[in-house]
């Protein structure tokens, strides 16, 4: 409390008050209601009239503060004895401007019914407590004519006096001191109700609402303003008395009016102290122009400061001795407001008037009761009563939740209608998305958002509920068909919330199959589709192995090989066994070991001898992380040894060791790129190429019918015309005599017309292998076209040689919607000559998109006399990832991948060696 100033909630005791104050009756006078925006919110010029001094000044608005909307002030007058209640609230025009003008944006996003949702309950509230604490109130209006809406809010707040009746006495009985009336009653009287208009017509403004200026009529009893404020009071009376606002007995109404004294004042703005300094100065200006005597101009004492005046100085007419008028009354015998044959009974004429210190203690309970316990979160026994003070005043909340609840089951029912057993977080924000553009089509008014929110909560929850699926995609871009699980070997509890659920452990499966051919091409199989790069270009193949291709002729490509560990016993060492702590023994073991031969760890870089002797014996599957098991039990061991070497040696073979091993296990987990670091090698490798045998396997004639999957008249190689320069005639009919027998014969078969071509040529038979996803297999006579004949085409082969292939393009197994078929392998038959056929594949899976390369230092040199088959990566996985397959067959404008020009050359620097 500043001074005898002070604002709810008081949070004070009346041990805090001073003794000379704390003892002293007070009469409590309330004011509240609305203000013109002129008055910033401010009733309080009317106190600062009555008790002659300035207290409530202009409200300092304070931008973006909710908590001071309502705002209930108040001042103890100690030589009136009063009490007197300010309430400021978004009621009044300047609070609502303001707040609307903070809150622009909000309302052209949401409107206005959703920012003013709430503010007449809380106004509602705040007005409540008034009726509960004072003997006077002063309801204000801007205007000169009463404000329907009051009765609205008298109504409602009469129905819940009486439902909150039992919580209010409860709190009081907690109060020494306080008469049995008052506890049962919860209010210390019936509060007399004055109402205050703060402007009056016109016509009436300034000193001519005071006399009557008709010349021409018989002169009434009363002035125009007082005539004004009979007909206002008759007005309220009468539409009290048919709400049953008000009634015979003063102690079971809300609040009671005089039944023989005035209780309407109107402001005529003749003293300054109702409207502003600007409308008073208009209003004396017309009262100058209208007056007809000089007496009449120099009688006004002007509009400013009139309410410093001391009491006899006052006139007569004027707000602070109307108001005085009814404050002496209720000091002299309290207030007997019943009608007729109740006046005077003793069972309806409550009045009580309590010490200010008694008053704060109860204020503030009541206070406290109203505006937090009865509508805090945790519930009150009678919150339900606050509750229909909110449907009561919140009339457009009310429809609007009644609406939305009624549409919210439609809206569910459109989400759960058609759903799979598990279905992914795409497919639930699509069914979430249609759900609410249902309920947006019905849902009106401000609680709308609200239970959108609920809608979405409760489709959520149905989701979560056991139908989640998993998200993980494949490599080829199909969604995993099981519900949400983890991986063998990963944890499976999963908490949501403060509940734990457990996922099923299983792998990964998009129900799609594939059909595709082992590394040689001739065997083929259903493949599952592979969600690890691993399993698309690996164990997929070396399942395979087993039953096809184990007994070729393989050759291998970099990959990363674990480092291997040879034990030699060296040096003794002191070993010293960690203690450890049982739960059930709490003794400390300790073992030392002297003299103990360890063997020294040595770490070998692996040869290509030893890839060979791996290349010779595949391994039938691999695993993520190819560590040895031998060595990672001894580098965890050494770890915790203490070595004692000689005199001046320091303990720096394990630091050496373990440095070493660390910079040894780093591999690449994806493919080896040209932009991949240097010296890095990927973990396993994803191409093949092997050697089918010797190059008599393959007859043109017939083409490669022995291998499954071929489309007719497209499983033909493609002839190479490869010329021989470098050599003499007579080397190679000394070396090569099958070359030159085979020039003699092309040379007599040559027709008359034919030109005549010395040149010595061998030929390397090559084709380009495209597989879809059905199984179906062949050849391409053109960079974009599938092979259609058998026939021999001289130039083909050197086009395809020359150029980029595509990747990927349409599948002639189907007409309308083809599939996409992948450039799987590259045939080539070496000829049997001094010529070596080297093979370099660079393939770029998208444009502009990293150039995946085998990680040979330079190109491979393929035998003479053989037929090999190099079988390229079924998927690409870089460093950003995998690369997915196109949907639809690229076209010219739509590229999707190419294999690089160069993959496959020629060298005639022959050795035989």
């Given at each position: 409390m500043d001074g005898n100033k002070f604002s709810f909630p008081l949070k004070l005791t009346p041990e805090s008050l001073e003794t000379h104050l704390k003892n002293r009756q007070c009469l409590v006078v309330s004011f509240f209601g609305k203000t013109p925006y002129?008055?910033?919110?401010?009733?309080?010029?009317?106190?600062?009239?009555?008790?002659?001094?300035?207290?409530?000044?202009?409200?300092?608005?304070?931008?973006?503060?909710?908590?001071?909307?309502?705002?209930?002030?108040?001042?103890?007058?100690?030589?009136?004895?009063?009490?007197?209640?300010?309430?400021?609230?978004?009621?009044?025009?300047?609070?609502?401007?303001?707040?609307?003008?903070?809150?622009?944006?909000?309302?052209?996003?949401?409107?206005?019914?959703?920012?003013?949702?709430?503010?007449?309950?809380?106004?509602?509230?705040?007005?409540?407590?008034?009726?509960?604490?004072?003997?006077?109130?002063?309801?204000?209006?801007?205007?000169?004519?009463?404000?329907?809406?009051?009765?609205?809010?008298?109504?409602?707040?009469?129905?819940?006096?009486?439902?909150?009746?039992?919580?209010?006495?409860?709190?009081?009985?907690?109060?020494?001191?306080?008469?049995?009336?008052?506890?049962?009653h919860g209010r210390p009287c019936s509060p007399r109700v004055l109402f205050l208009f703060l402007s009056c017509p016109t016509a009436l403004r300034g000193t001519r609402g005071s006399r009557d200026e008709r010349r021409d009529a018989k002169p009434h009893k009363h002035p125009p303003i007082k005539r004004l404020e009979y007909s206002l009071e008759d007005q309220i009376y009468r539409i009290l008395r048919k709400a049953r606002i008000i009634t015979n007995v003063a102690a079971n109404s809300l609040f009671a009016v005089p039944s023989n004294q005035e209780f309407v004042y109107v402001e005529t703005g003749s003293q300054g102290t109702g409207m502003d300094t600007q409308a008073t100065l208009i209003n004396n200006c017309f009262s100058l122009m209208g007056a007809q005597e000089m007496s009449d101009v120099t009688s006004d004492p002007g509009p400013f400061y009139t309410q410093f005046l001391t009491e006899e100085n006052r006139e007569k007419r004027c707000f602070s001795n109307f108001l005085r008028e009814h404050i002496n009354i209720g000091f002299e015998r309290g207030f007997s407001d019943n009608i007729s044959k109740h006046v005077g009974h003793s069972g309806g004429n409550q009045w009580e008037v309590p010490t200010l210190g008694v008053w704060v203690e109860i204020a503030d309970k009541l206070f406290d009761l109203f505006t937090e316990e009865l509508t805090s979160e945790e519930g009150h026994k009678h919150s339900e009563a606050m509750m229909t003070l909110r449907d009561d005043m919140e009339t457009e909340i009310m429809f609007s939740e009644l609406r939305c609840k009624k549409i919210l089951p439609t809206a569910i029912s459109a989400y759960t209608d058609g759903l799979p057993p598990h279905y992914t977080a795409e497919y639930h924000n699509?069914?979430?998305?249609?759900?609410?553009?249902?309920?947006?089509?019905?849902?009106?008014?401000?609680?709308?958002?609200?239970?959108?929110?609920?809608?979405?909560?409760?489709?959520?929850?149905?989701?979560?509920?056991?139908?989640?699926?998993?998200?993980?995609?494949?490599l080829t871009g199909n969604h995993c068909t099981a519900r949400r699980h983890t991986l063998p070997g990963q944890d499976n509890m999963l908490e949501v919330g403060n509940t734990k659920k457990i996922l099923p452990t299983m792998q990964h499966s998009s129900g799609v199959q594939y059909i595709a051919a082992c590394n040689c091409g001739r065997r083929q199989a259903n493949r599952e589709d592979p969600f690890k790069l691993v399993d698309a270009n690996y164990n997929f193949y070396q399942q395979l192995e087993e039953e096809c291709c184990k007994d070729l002729e393989h050759v291998s490509f970099p990959e990363y090989s674990p480092a291997k560990v040879n034990l030699v016993p060296t040096e003794k060492i002191v070993v010293e066994v960690v203690e450890k702590k049982e739960e059930e023994e709490k003794e400390d073991v300790e073992v030392s070991v002297n003299e103990a031969v360890v063997p020294e760890v040595q770490v070998e870089e692996p040869s290509d001898n030893d890839e060979k002797k791996e290349e010779k014996d595949p391994s039938p599957e691999r695993v993520e992380t190819p560590a040895e098991d031998e060595a990672e039990i001894i580098l965890e061991v050494?770890?915790?040894?203490?070595?004692?070497?000689?005199?001046?040696?320091?303990?720096?073979?394990?630091?050496?060791?373990?440095?070493?091993?660390?910079?040894?296990?780093?591999?690449?987990?994806?493919?080896?790129?040209?932009?991949?670091?240097?010296?890095?090698?990927?973990?396993?490798?994803?191409?093949?190429?092997?050697?089918?045998?010797?190059?008599?396997?393959?007859?043109?004639?017939?083409?490669?019918?022995?291998?499954?999957?071929?489309?007719?008249?497209?499983?033909?190689?493609?002839?190479?015309?490869?010329?021989?320069?470098?050599?003499?005639?007579?080397?190679?009919?000394?070396?090569?005599?099958?070359?030159?027998?085979?020039?003699?014969?092309?040379?007599?078969?040559?027709?008359?017309?034919?030109?005549?071509?010395?040149?010595?040529?061998?030929?390397?038979?090559?084709?380009?292998?495209?597989?879809?996803?059905?199984?179906?297999?062949?050849?391409?006579?053109?960079?974009?076209?599938?092979?259609?004949?058998?026939?021999?085409?001289?130039?083909?082969?050197?086009?395809?040689?020359?150029?980029?292939?595509?990747?990927?393009?349409?599948?002639?197994?189907?007409?309308?919607?083809?599939?996409?078929?992948?450039?799987?392998?590259?045939?080539?038959?070496?000829?049997?000559?001094?010529?070596?056929?080297?093979?370099?594949?660079?393939?770029?899976?998208?444009?502009?998109?990293?150039?995946?390369?085998?990680?040979?230092?330079?190109?491979?040199?393929?035998?003479?006399?053989?037929?090999?088959?190099?079988?390229?990566?079924?998927?690409?996985?870089?460093?950003?990832?995998?690369?997915?397959?196109?949907?639809?067959?690229?076209?010219?404008?739509?590229?999707?991948?190419?294999?690089?020009?160069?993959?496959?050359?020629?060298?005639?620097?022959?050795?035989?060696?």
């Open positions: 002129t008055l910033h919110s401010n009733k309080g010029a009317f106190i600062d009239q009555v008790i002659g001094r300035s207290v409530f000044g202009p409200s300092d608005f304070i931008a973006n503060d909710d908590s001071i909307e309502p705002l209930i002030e108040g001042y103890f007058c100690p030589e009136r004895d009063c009490v007197f209640l300010h309430m400021r609230s978004w009621m009044d025009t300047y609070s609502l401007a303001e707040k609307c003008r903070q809150a622009d944006e909000y309302l052209q996003h949401k409107g206005i019914l959703a920012f003013w949702s709430s503010r007449r309950y809380e106004h509602a509230r705040a007005a409540l407590a008034l009726f509960h604490l004072s003997h006077i109130m002063v309801c204000c209006s801007p205007g000169h004519t009463f404000d329907i809406s009051y009765v609205h809010l008298f109504k409602s707040l009469d129905n819940l006096r009486n439902k909150i009746q039992p919580a209010v006495a409860e709190v009081l009985k907690t109060v020494p001191g306080i008469p049995k009336d008052w506890i049962n699509a069914k979430l998305l249609g759900a609410m553009s249902m309920y947006s089509m019905q849902a009106r008014g401000p609680a709308s958002e609200k239970f959108a929110e609920v809608l979405a909560a409760e489709c959520t929850n149905y989701w979560q509920s056991g139908r989640q699926m998993c998200e993980e995609i494949s050494l770890e915790n040894l203490h070595i004692e070497g000689s005199a001046g040696k320091s303990p720096s073979k394990v630091a050496s060791l373990l440095a070493r091993t660390s910079s040894q296990v780093e591999f690449l987990t994806h493919m080896k790129t040209l932009s991949s670091p240097p010296g890095l090698k990927p973990e396993f490798p994803s191409w093949s190429l092997v050697m089918v045998g010797s190059s008599h396997l393959y007859s043109h004639s017939s083409g490669l019918g022995a291998q499954p999957g071929f489309m007719s008249s497209s499983k033909f190689l493609l002839p190479w015309e490869v010329p021989l320069t470098k050599l003499s005639t007579a080397e190679l009919n000394e070396k090569w005599p099958n070359i030159m027998e085979n020039a003699a014969k092309r040379a007599s078969l040559r027709g008359p017309d034919e030109p005549v071509d010395n040149r010595i040529t061998v030929k390397v038979f090559i084709g380009y292998e495209y597989e879809c996803p059905r199984g179906h297999r062949f050849m391409v006579s053109a960079p974009d076209k599938p092979m259609k004949s058998s026939s021999t085409m001289r130039e083909a082969a050197n086009k395809l040689v020359a150029c980029d292939l595509p990747l990927y393009m349409a599948c002639p197994c189907r007409i309308t919607k083809p599939p996409v078929a992948q450039l799987t392998r590259l045939h080539v038959v070496t000829p049997k000559a001094p010529v070596w056929v080297t093979i370099n594949p660079q393939i770029q899976p998208s444009p502009g998109g990293p150039i995946f390369v085998t990680g040979w230092d330079v190109p491979h040199k393929l035998s003479i006399n053989s037929y090999w088959v190099l079988r390229l990566p079924y998927v690409y996985c870089g460093e950003g990832g995998a690369h997915l397959p196109p949907v639809i067959p690229p076209t010219a404008d739509t590229p999707a991948g190419c294999l690089l020009k160069g993959s496959v050359c020629f060298d005639e620097e022959f050795s035989e060696g």
